[in-house]
């Protein structure tokens, strides 16, 4: 196979499955790790791909890159949905507790599930997300409270002091966060310096954390680390993490729930 051909068919293997690793496309090419990596580093100089540990990302995945809310309410859509179903088992039966929901469209997927859930039950709701509230506000047997803040547009989120203040005064049974990278080496990680200092308040209130990520989010380290893999207690995504990240869970002691 030609070179040219070969980073054809890694390009369409990143946008298929979101990312690529160097001993992954040696073996699937039968060409030595030396050979695909100068074939990666090809591909970046044209503006193809973002070379990371390891292997690749696609270009918008760069570090400080955030999709609009609508973007990504896009994207992934069959497995959130399987994802939230799956979270949910953390409230058991007749919940009776409260819950804390991040921003984000996994975390908005656990929001269209939870009034069946919790119908009836008295359990209490808190948000600092404008849009997971909007869609709360209109099932009247699930108390909701909002935080405030100023409002971050690409989230639609309050962020900054004021909402951080009022998170470090909750104690919320379970919180279900999202994340836009979780890797061994560096935990969980946001593009926003405000947004990460909200999700470190939540994780650092709550009794217990539940992380929602799509295997898209796997080994992806964005620009701010929120918390590391030791402070959270589930992980629930769609398919197996990789090995490397799969071992450092495991050494975290932190439970993988697959939808």
Known sequence: MYATERQQQIQRLLTQDGRVSVIDLARVFDVTTET??????????????????????????????????????????????????????????????????????????????????????????????????????????????????????????????????????????????????VSAAFGLSTPDPEEAAVKRAIVRSARRVVVLADAAKFERELLVGFAALRDIDVLVTETAPPPVLEEALADADVEVWIA
């Open 36 to 181: 695909v990596r100068r074939d990666l580093g090809q591909l970046e100089s044209e503006g193809a791909l973002l070379r990371v540990h390891g292997g690749a990302v696609p270009r918008t995945a760069a570090s400080t890159v955030e999709p609009s809310l609508p973007e990504r309410r896009r994207q992934h859509g069959a497995a959130k949905a399987a994802i939230a179903a799956r979270a949910l088992a953390a409230l058991g039966d007749a919940y009776r507790g409260s819950v804390f929901l991040d921003a984000g469209t996994t975390t908005a997927a656990v929001a269209a599930q939870l009034p069946t859930r919790l119908a009836a039950t008295g359990a209490e709701v808190v948000t600092h997300s404008l849009a997971l509230a909007q869609s709360l506000s209109a099932t009247a047997s699930v108390p909701l409270t909002i935080l405030g803040g100023r409002v971050r547009g690409v989230t639609a989120a309050a962020v900054g002091a004021d909402t951080v203040r009022a998170i470090e005064g909750l104690r919320p049974d379970v919180a279900f966060v999202g994340t836009n990278g």
